[in-house]
């Protein structure tokens, strides 16, 4: 049996309140990307990419390992007054270096502090593929000296948002 790709689901991940003549349930698992995720898992392997609040518990992430759903893109994200709430630019930025790094090194998990040291197959050949991947997938230019730097993720990350906001 040939094998199927994996698919890559973007969309909500949220708690409902259901309300109905027979009475009513809150703080329910759902959203589209919980759903469709779920469904999709029967017959292929899942990624999810989302965001949810400090709400979400171990219990919600034991369902998404059930049905083996790779939640490694979905943040968990609070802001500085405690309250749930999703910065796009930010989560997007982050979520999407974190796909495309463990993309780049094939691997399937990778931590946004990793380092060089962290990573076996970050070797000199690969670390030149990940620079021209990084200008290619960001539409940046990296200098000479920021490449060199560029020895852990938080650094690529903070090099990364730099050159994005002085554009």
Request: negative net charge; hydrophobic residues 40%; without cysteine.
């Amino acid at each position: 049996m040939k094998e199927s790709k994996e698919i890559l689901a973007v969309g909500s991940i949220a708690f409902d309140t259901i309300k109905t003549p027979n009475g009513s349930r809150e703080k329910l698992l759902g959203g589209s990307s919980t759903f469709f995720g779920i469904a999709s898992s029967y017959y292929t392997k899942i990624s999810l990419i989302g965001v949810v609040g400090t709400d979400f518990t171990d219990n919600e992430w034991e369902l998404f390992k059930k049905y083996n759903i790779n939640t490694l893109a979905v943040m968990k994200y609070t802001d500085t007054d405690g309250k749930n709430n999703a910065i796009g630019s930010y989560i997007s930025d982050e979520i999407m270096l974190q796909l495309f790094l463990k993309e780049t090194f094939q691997i399937e998990k990778i931590s946004l502090d990793f380092s060089m040291e962290d990573i076996p197959e970050w070797d000199s050949f690969k670390h030149i593929e990940l620079i021209i991947a990084i200008e290619k997938e960001f539409k940046i230019k990296l200098e000479h000296t920021d490449t060199i730097e560029m020895v852990s993720i938080p650094i690529i990350k903070s090099k990364i948002l730099k050159l994005l906001n002085d554009q």
